[in-house]
């Protein structure tokens, strides 16, 4: 059950106080990924890449504590799950948001994430999970390839938020330019690049 924390009984108290007022308090990451692993996986497994993706995004995010606190408003809430989003193309031919609760077991985040994605784009109607879960926001432009996407600062929503395009091969390697959007006042550089540390070390091991 999400609750709100006060700042200063949390370690955030000082960006609290430094970034919940400031006018742009995203900053975004740009990193290249080795996805040869997922590549591999998703063909011999039959398996959607951008699931897999997401499934590490949300294993690699569960590792740092303050993925779990986010600044709503003018409250940080603690959460004690985290939710990975993913964006569908439904049957009206626009998109519709599908959060995915994640899970640790492979296959029973796959069966969640088809289950809701092809729910969403049958019904046209987002799937929301904020109200329980601090969600992780993606979006895949795979129609084509870039380097990396700056997202907006709504001061609204505040999640972070990770954005990619098509993989692209690379003599018998396959990369994935990726972006990663964070709030400061929810965590510094050093919890961002340990995050996408995290995220290759679970792209490559991942079996």
Not at 21 to 28: E, F, G, L, R, S
Request: charged content about 25%.
């Amino acid at each position: 059950m999400p609750q709100e924390r006060s700042p200063q009984d949390t370690s955030r108290a000082a960006a609290y106080k430094l970034w919940m007022q400031a006018p742009n308090p995203m900053v975004t990451f740009f990193k290249t990924m080795d996805v040869t692993n997922l590549v591999r996986i998703s063909k011999k497994r039959n398996l959607k890449f951008n699931m897999l993706l997401d499934y590490c995004i949300g294993k690699a995010a569960v590792q740092i504590r303050e993925f779990y606190l986010l600044p709503v408003g003018e409250k940080l809430i603690q959460y004690d799950a985290i939710a990975v989003n993913t964006i569908v193309k439904n049957e009206k031919g626009e998109v519709s948001s599908c959060d995915i609760l994640f899970r640790e077991n492979l296959e029973e985040y796959n069966r969640e994430y088809l289950k809701y994605t092809r729910q969403t784009a049958k019904t046209c109607q987002d799937r929301d999970l904020s109200e329980d879960c601090m969600v992780i926001g993606t979006s895949a432009i795979i129609d084509t390839e870039i380097d990396g996407a700056v997202g907006m600062n709504s001061g609204i929503f505040n999640n972070p938020f990770l954005i990619w395009g098509r993989y692209r091969k690379k003599w018998f390697r396959y990369e994935l330019p990726l972006s990663f959007q964070f709030h400061h006042t929810q965590m510094d550089g050093a919890h961002a690049g340990k995050f996408l540390a995290y995220l290759q070390k679970e792209i490559l091991s991942l079996r």
